[in-house]
């Protein structure tokens, strides 16, 4: 009898030990390689999240637990992060992995281990009309940007664009859907130019550009190329606006930068931290801020950074409804969630075939500009 007893307190101390063992998160991001600067404040608004979750009793009566691994900005160093994460750390769910191509690169490893991922950054169609009903996409797809875009092409007084991307998914995406947007309003599209993604020299693309004549230049790529591209736009005296997509380029960033060459250029971004009353949710966005301030992070990291903090609190509002921390129950939670985020309020629609739909949610989009070193409303 005693020796029962002793037993089942040890199967019930084991049992409560276990129950609070912390909710185990994926990520993979980009920590090194060509998106590195992206990549690293994405992790940091997730750790900013992670703490202010914790701080508040976690998920389940459990701490969450973040498990970060770098994809070194390419595809198969990002497949097999996921392998890494689903088959070693056990992880019921992901969030990454910043760039399309990364992104594309993993959703087949969610399909074999039938794991979520919470995709906070790629803009490619391709990610949400393939068929992966593992895929639920918080940031918008490059239709949608072109689409939220629209207004602005007579406003701005665009007749002729050009387009330089980078050579990748996201850039032919995002290049595809602007052309195809402009034409639809009246615009004529000059040359496209693509770029290797580590690539430090444009003058040949730029060149053609600049003979192209258009009022109006297109850039999408990561922002340490779009830095680069200012500077030689500006030696090469291109006389066209320069509008970056993609939401990936940090402002201030580019302020701090590239200088005097930053200026007049305007920039498609998901989240406006100097006019915070811009955004929907406008609390959260100022607790987000000042947790990014306290730690002293850069200030030029808080469009990019963003992202972390709404990809977490979507995860752990879906572990939350499931009422465990299991793959599919997950899965299906998710598909219901309505969190309030810095991005505007996130839900979800369905995207992609009958009964392989994946989750993609209808974001917010702005439009701001550099002038005279400052970010301004266009």
Do not use: C
């Not at 600067?37 to 009793?57: H, L, P």
């Not at 691994?69 to 769910?93: C, H, Y």
């Not at 006389?239 to 007049?264: E, F, K």
């Not at 971004?269 to 306290?294: E, G, L, S, Y």
Request: hydrophobic residues 45%; glycine residues 8%.
């Amino acid at each position: 009898m005693i020796r029962s007893l002793a037993f089942a307190a040890s199967a019930l101390f084991a049992s409560a030990a276990l129950s609070q063992e912390p909710v185990k998160i994926g990520l993979t991001q980009p920590l090194t390689g060509a998106f590195a600067a992206s990549g690293n404040y994405v992790v940091e608004g997730t750790r900013i999240a992670e703490a202010a979750i914790n701080a508040s009793g976690g998920v389940l009566g459990r701490k969450i637990q973040l498990v970060v691994e770098d994809n070194k900005s390419n595809p198969t160093e990002a497949v097999a992060t996921a392998e890494k994460l689903i088959s070693k750390d056990k992880v019921p769910v992901m969030i990454g992995a910043w760039s399309s191509t990364l992104t594309l690169a993993v959703m087949p490893k969610l399909m074999e281990y039938k794991v979520p991922m919470l995709v906070e950054t790629s803009s490619s169609g391709k990610i949400t009309t393939s068929g992966n009903p593992y895929i639920f996409r918080i940031s918008p797809t490059s239709e949608m940007e072109a689409k939220a875009f629209t207004g602005y092409v007579k406003s701005l007084g665009i007749k002729k664009a050009d387009f330089l991307a980078t050579n990748n998914d996201f850039g032919l995406g995002a290049s595809k859907e602007f052309s195809e947007m402009l034409k639809a309003n009246g615009a004529t599209v000059g040359v496209m130019e693509t770029m290797d993604p580590k690539a430090t020299d444009f003058s040949a693309q730029l060149a053609k550009i600049k003979a192209s004549g258009g009022d109006t230049l297109f850039v999408t790529t990561a922002v340490e190329q779009v830095t680069l591209i200012l500077k030689q736009a500006k030696e090469q005296q291109v006389t066209a606006r320069i509008i970056t997509t993609g939401g990936s380029v940090s402002p201030d960033q580019l302020i701090q930068q590239a200088g005097p060459a930053a200026d007049g250029s305007r920039h498609v971004v998901f989240f406006t931290p100097w006019f915070p009353d811009a955004v929907k949710n406008p609390d959260v966005a100022k607790k987000f801020v000042d947790a990014w301030n306290a730690k002293k992070l850069p200030a030029g990291g808080l469009t990019e950074g963003f992202r972390g903090w709404d990809a977490l609190y979507t995860v752990v509002e879906g572990i939350k409804a499931a009422g465990k921390a299991e793959p599919e129950a997950i899965t299906k939670a998710l598909w219901g969630v309505k969190v309030k985020g810095i991005n505007g309020d996130i839900a979800f629609i369905k995207q992609g075939p009958a009964g392989q739909e994946s989750a993609q949610n209808v974001p917010s989009v702005y439009l701001v500009r550099i002038d005279n070193g400052k970010v301004v409303k266009n």
